[in-house]
């Protein structure tokens, strides 16, 4: 009897553990492009083209290499829609109920396929062994611990995996460089075009279809050029490394208007469908240092968000289970403003990463972090749609982690467990970062009134709104101590300020 081996849309790696002794002749392998996946968010129109478009690449793929491949198109008449009557359907085409499957990357997904009864169907869960670290490994590390600081596990996994050390010590005898990659562009940069893969027809097919059946969901469907095979998002990669390396790390952080790309790799989303296998990418990296010695702070800091970062917010997904998204620590409650949807707003900052994120389904981690998160943790928006939000605008957006990013690190909603400290900022910080500031019509240096930049005043109302549940913590202390000093009057036409200004955002 054939087995049925199910590859999911982020498992697009023929190295995927579901496809490990496959028997070409006999197994087949089951692919479905669901209406329960491409509609349960309001998913970007460039997300759903990379994927359906690397899928069906996938597909075609594994057929050359001589698998059996049985997909079910978008289209498809008895497209059921959703995993569970997929897989069935699927099993009684090819006589078969044994299924094997790679552990989706998702709560949601998982509890979809073990509601497959034992009587229905033989369902073989298998590890996820992309990743450097198993759930297991997480769980051993976090047993005990008070706190989960990411950077006590990524020295760990850089010793574990022998990863930028000199024996037992990290080379440089540093482990961290964060501290020199905050630099802002000066003068004029020529930044390198990011990688554009010209559409073929099988892409182009995708961007009929989604036009047509995904016409109301969010972003722009023009000029899709993103890598959709492994061979492409190898060469992202290694532009990457031949073209912005060098400058990652000194300017990781910066901000600059009409620049969408800067130095970064964009190679987020490839990792995270699977094109890419996070080793491979560390790797390579790390062999660019030994043979062409970029600066270690650009190095470091890359591999840092791989090893460090994205196996540590896995972790943390896991550890914590489904109701992770149901944390609301700081009780916010505010509906999400309309302008995040049409990037209508007289906040250039705000302005220039939305209207990216539109075009592009895309901007990097400090536009993510410290402008459209900031804003939304000092003025309370309500978690769920926060997440909401996130999950469906980008391209490398998938619960696992999108959540503990926006929910532990964006909006401190679960109280401390991922950040020390919530990351709120004023104005300061954006202009320090950006050249935003300097085309608004809102003033950077003035912290009251009609014309301040509403980051600076919402700032302060954040921290006293929240004092009861804020001041303990140590690293805003200083913040505190600053809030004390302040008349009351002061105070009070802070909280004025921020009452007026959301007044006008709700008003929109």
Known sequence: MSTLRVILGDQLNVAISALADCDKANDIILMCELKQEAGYANHHKKKLILIFSAMRHFALEL???????????????????????????????HQSNHVVLTEPSEHRVLEAFESLSSEQINLHIREDDRFFCSHAEFQQWAHGKDTLRMENFYRLLRKRHNILMDGDKPVGDRWNYDAENRKTPKGKHDFPLPYRQKQDEIT?????????????????IEN????????????????????RLTLFGDFQDAMLAGEAWLYHSHIGMYLNLGLLLPAEVVQRVEQAWHESNPPINAVEGFIRQILGWREYVRGIYWLQGPDYKNQNFLNAQND??????????????????????????????????????????????????????????????????????????????????????????????INKMSDYCKSCRYKVSLKNGA????????????LISNRDKLESNFRLGMSYRTLDKMSEDKRSLIQSDARVFWASVTAE
């Open 63 to 93: 057929t050359e290499r001589g698998y059996q491949v049985d997909y079910v198109h978008y289209t498809d008449p008895d497209n059921s829609g959703c995993f569970e009557q997929e897989v069935l359907r699927a099993c009684q085409r």
């Open 204 to 220: 182009q097919h995708v961007v009929t279809l989604v036009a047509t059946e995904f016409a109301d969901h969010f972003g722009s």
């Open 224 to 243: 899709f050029d993103f890598a959709v095979t492994r061979k492409q998002a190898l060469a992202v990669l290694d532009k990457f490394i031949e073209q």
């Open 336 to 429: 999400l403003p309309e302008f995040f949807w049409s990037a209508d707003t007289e906040l250039n900052c705000l302005k220039q990463c939305i209207t990216e994120t539109k075009d592009n389904a895309y901007a990097h981690h400090i536009q993510r972090l410290m402008v459209l998160g900031n804003f939304t943790l000092l003025t309370g928006v309500d978690p769920h749609q926060v997440n909401a939000w996130y999950l469906a605008v980008y391209a490398d957006a998938y619960e696992w982690v999108e959540l503990p990013n926006v929910s532990g690190m964006v909006l401190y909603a679960d109280g401390g467990l991922l950040a020390s400290k919530p990351y709120a900022a004023s104005g300061a910080y």
């Open 451 to 462: 014309d301040a930049c509403p980051f600076n005043y919402l700032y302060w109302n954040f």
